[in-house]
Nanobody, 124 residues
Framework: QLQLVESGGGLVQAGGSLTLSCAAS????????MGWFRRAPGKEREFVSG????????SYADSVKGRFTVSRDNAENTVYLQMNSLKPDDTGVYYC?????????????????WGQGTQVTVSS
C-alpha cells in the first residue's frame, strides 16, 4: 500500500512558477514509477510527466516540455514537479500517481495509487 499527498498548488499569474510536491508513505518508494497527471475544467485527465523507478528516466507531455521538470528524492519518499513559465492552459487539478515497477510512465491505467489532487490556477 502506498498513500500519496500532494501539496504546493495555488494561484499564480501567467509566466510564474510553482513547485508541487507529492509525499508518499511506504517502505519501497524507490521501486515505484511516479507520475503527474492533471484534469483541466471540462476535460479528461491527462498525463503531464513521469519518472521511472529504475533508471529515473523522465517523460513529459509535449505541452509542458521545456517548462516543467520532474524529480524525486527517494530518501524523503517525495516526488516534485517544478513548473515554470506557467500558462492559463496549465490550470487544473494536479494528481500524483504511483505504479510499482512500471515502465510505461504515460499509461494512466497502469497506476495503482493516486493522491487527492492539488489545484493549480494560472491567471492571465
Amino acid at each position: 500500500q502506498l498513500q500519496l499527498v500532494e501539496s504546493g498548488g495555488g494561484l499564480v499569474q501567467a509566466g510564474g512558477s510553482l513547485t508541487l510536491s507529492c509525499a508518499a508513505s511506504g517502505r519501497t518508494f524507490s521501486r515505484y514509477t511516479m507520475g503527474w497527471f492533471r484534469r483541466a475544467p471540462g476535460k479528461e485527465r491527462e498525463f503531464v510527466s513521469g519518472m521511472s523507478w529504475g533508471d529515473g528516466a523522465t517523460s513529459y507531455a509535449d505541452s509542458v516540455k521545456g517548462r516543467f521538470t520532474v524529480s524525486r528524492d527517494n530518501a524523503e519518499n517525495t516526488v516534485y514537479l517544478q513548473m515554470n513559465s506557467l500558462k492559463p492552459d496549465d490550470t487544473g487539478v494536479y494528481y500524483c500517481a504511483a505504479a510499482f515497477v512500471l515502465i510505461d510512465t504515460q499509461n494512466e491505467a497502469r497506476y495503482d495509487y493516486w493522491g487527492q489532487g492539488t489545484q493549480v490556477t494560472v491567471s492571465s
